[in-house]
């Protein structure tokens, strides 16, 4: 069965200060992997996602995340966080043709202004 | 383009009362799926409509969850009795893409917080 592992569950970091939130997935095959975000009061949004090719993806505000098949990972990053970066991260895969999107625990991400 | 709705966007009720939980996907938006979030937990999959059909459910948890889409527009999630469980945030979402592309198109509401006392 797939499942998502979010390393942290709550990172707390000052303005500036560079991002990566770590995640990794089990499943055998070929998947589909997302970062999705969800600032306070708002819906999930999709940060980012990885379907096939680079596998450096660059999503909106300035995130990234790169996919090292080698080590099941996906990790999201952004090199200087602002305030405005405070939210829920929810890592995330699903296996092509499949309706189902499998979903990590999520890392709140606190901004110290 | 409107989004997801979601409604009532929280919810206190006591155990053994029964609540619905209403979804109104993108207009002309075939595919709605239904999400929980327990506290502290995954958000995990409950089910999928294709139009007015059931495609999936085999993320429903019991029978008291009992979820319709009738006419194919907008979609109600009951929980009947509610037990202290049940609590959490439910998402809804929908997506226009054909069969086995859906995660590509995926929009998700607001969610509705279910809380259960």
């Known amino acids: 069965a797939q499942s998502v592992s979010q390393h942290n569950h709550h990172v707390i970091l000052s303005e500036a200060a560079s991002l990566e939130l770590g995640c990794n997935y089990s499943?055998?095959?070929?998947?589909?992997l997302f970062w999705y975000v969800q600032y306070p009061g708002q819906h999930l949004q999709l940060l980012l996602k990885y379907f096939s090719g680079d596998p450096l993806v660059k999503g909106i505000k300035g995130f990234e995340a790169e996919f090292i098949k080698s080590k099941f990972s996906f990790n999201l990053r952004k090199p200087s966080v602002q305030w405005s970066d405070t939210a829920e991260y929810f890592c995330a895969v699903n296996a092509p043709r499949d309706d189902k999107i499998i979903f990590g625990k999520g890392t709140r991400l606190h901004i110290l202004p | 383009e409107a989004g997801v709705t979601q409604f009532p966007s929280h919810s206190v009720i006591e155990k053994g009362q029964t609540v619905t939980l209403r979804c109104d996907p993108i207009?002309?938006?075939?595919?709605l799926y239904w999400y929980r979030r327990v506290m502290g937990k995954e958000i995990k999959f409950l089910l999928h409509f294709v139009k007015e059909s059931k495609q999936d459910e085999s993320g429903m948890p019991n029978n008291r969850f009992l979820a319709e889409r009738t006419g194919g527009t907008y979609s109600t999630l009951k929980v009947q009795p509610a037990e202290l469980e049940d609590s959490g945030v439910y998402f809804c979402?929908?997506?226009?893409?054909?069969?086995?592309?859906?995660?590509?198109?995926?929009?998700f509401g607001s969610g509705t917080r279910l809380t259960v006392v």
């Open positions: 207009s002309g938006h075939d595919n």
């Open positions: 979402a929908s997506s226009p893409m054909e069969p086995g592309l859906h995660a590509y198109g995926y929009t």
């Open positions: 499943y055998g095959g070929t998947v589909n």
